[in-house]
């Protein structure tokens, strides 16, 4: 029949042979040369206490981190696959980034599926060979990008006050830097977002001159942007004149100048 080790005390460094149990009481005897007998080879006596597992197992361990930042993230479920995609295992990383659970013996690819919540989802493969255990799996994960998604007026989406500008000018206000300057450390933290900015006037002056206005506007704060340190290639700007007012301030409407300035405003909108 098929040889199994199992485990201490029965089984150890020595020759141990010769297993025998009664299946009803449990009893059983094997022999050994282990050290402390009475001669060469020696008869003991034992009780199974709980039953013996005969499957056979192989241990996985290994842990889950964070790519960027190589922290070793907890509460990360962990899932073993076969090669038909069936599950072997599954559990979760503890306080130390880690996990170990139980393979099977048989032979062939093996594939570690790691997820966490605000991650995309890693994995490694590994091979079992000789019911060996696969030991040290590293997997990392990278985190979902949380940027604002496409058509996001980044002045709304931060919550910063509106980049207001003069009447009949495209300075760059000094008021207005404080929130630009949000959205140049939004843009520095997100590498991959680009925006258009969108300046707009109010309905005084005729429209032609408000539409070109509105463009040394946007043209104003985008190289603002890009003095800043951000690729060119990542802004964008148009100007809108005065074709989107946020409020009832048309033309030969009368309207104080606050309502008037409501109409003066930038947008930071990602397109990408």
Known sequence: GEI?????????????????????????????????????????????????????????TGIVKDQKTNVLLTDASVTVYDKDNKVVSSSSTDENGAFEMEGNCAEGSYKVVASKADY???????????????????????????????????????????????????FIREDARVSINKVLAYL???????????????????????????ANRAKATADYLIAAGIPSNRISYEGYGETELTNGCSNGVPCNKENHQLNRRSEFIVVE
């Open 120 to 170: 995309e989802e890693g994995n490694k493969t590994f091979m079992t060979v000789k019911a060996e255990d696969a030991m040290g799996i590293e997997i990392v994960l990278a985190q979902v990008d949380p940027s604002a998604p496409i058509g996001t007026d980044l002045a709304k989406y931060l919550n910063i006050e509106p980049i207001y500008f003069d009447f009949d000018k495209y």
């Open 188 to 214: 520095n933290e997100y590498p991959r977002v680009n925006v258009q900015v969108r300046s707009h006037t109010d309905s005084r002056a005729n429209d032609a001159y408000n539409m070109k206005l509105s």
């Open 4 to 60: 199994y080790n199992v485990g201490r005390p029965l089984n150890g460094e020595e020759d141990d042979f010769s297993y025998i149990i009664n299946e009803e009481t449990k009893k059983g005897f094997f022999a050994s040369n282990r050290k402390g007998g009475q001669g060469n080879d020696d008869i003991y006596s034992f009780v199974e206490m709980t039953p013996l597992d005969f499957t056979c197992h192989t241990n996985i």
